[in-house]
T-cell receptor
Framework: GAGVSQSPSNKVTEKGKDVELRCDPI?????LYWYRQRLGQGLEFLIY????????KSGLPSDRFSAERTGESVSTLTIQRTQQEDSAVYLC?????????????FGPGTRLTVL | AQSVTQLDSQVPVFEEAPVELRCNYS??????LFWYVQYPNQGLQLLLK??????LVKGINGFEAEFNKSQTSFHLRKPSVHISDTAEYFC???????????FGSGTRLQVQP
């Protein structure tokens, strides 16, 4: 079946602009995660959605970052007033039910470049 | 709080040689441990995971890892590598209280002919 998809694959923007990144999880997966991967570094957790529960936003680096999820489907990550340090690959993952032991399936990522 | 340390940022190795990629973690509770691989221009995929039971875990593509609780380690091994194993390898940890994964900074395995 289809895996996790993300769009756009690449995004170049100017400092100060807002950007929206999209994630389509695997159908039937109730848990959805956003991570950020800066060049040469590991993945940093940003936010986690599980069903209709309140999202875990503990990883969001500033109030310029926000995310929404429509039911158990599409999620959008919004970065307002982008800064150069926001340049990174943004990865989305989904898992069956959010249990800590379940495999997370990752999308190909969106490479964001802030000029 | 959890943390994961991958001491080797790069590991060059010749084809058919054995390799070990090191991973150490810290956590105050019982953990679940994972190794993910990221091939060039591809997304992350799961190699193997440790949940409980036998401390030696076998994964895809001939990789295995051993959980050592006393040393808080989860090193990844392969007895004979191939050119196609060239990739970035990430160790990650989660626990019952934290759904998200905490990742190490990654180890780039470069297999040379």
């Amino acid at each position: 079946g289809a895996g996790v998809s993300q769009s756009p694959s690449n995004k170049v923007t100017e400092k100060g602009k807002d950007v929206e990144l999209r994630c389509d999880p695997i159908s039937g997966h109730t848990a959805l995660y956003w991570y950020r991967q800066r060049l040469g570094q590991g993945l940093e957790f940003l936010i986690y959605f599980q069903g209709n529960s309140a999202p875990d936003k503990s990883g969001l680096p500033s109030d310029r970052f926000s995310a929404e999820r429509t039911g158990e489907s599409v999620s959008t990550l919004t970065i307002q007033r982008t800064q150069q340090e926001d340049s990174a690959v943004y990865l989305c993952a989904s898992s069956l039910d959010g249990s800590s032991y379940n495999e997370q399936f990752f999308g190909p990522g969106t490479r964001l470049t802030v000029l | 709080a959890q943390s994961v340390t991958q001491l080797d940022s790069q590991v060059p190795v010749f084809e058919e040689a054995p390799v070990e990629l090191r991973c150490n973690y810290s956590s105050s509770v019982s953990v679940y441990l994972f190794w993910y691989v990221q091939y060039p221009n591809q997304g992350l995929q799961l190699l193997l995971k440790y949940l409980s039971g036998s401390t030696l875990v076998k994964g895809i593509n001939g990789f295995e890892a051993e959980f050592n609780k006393s040393q808080t380690s989860f090193h990844l091994r392969k007895p004979s590598v191939h050119i196609s194993d060239t990739a970035e390898y990430f160790c990650a940890v989660s626990d019952t209280g934290r759904r998200a994964l905490t990742f190490g900074s990654g180890t780039r395995l470069q297999v040379q002919p």
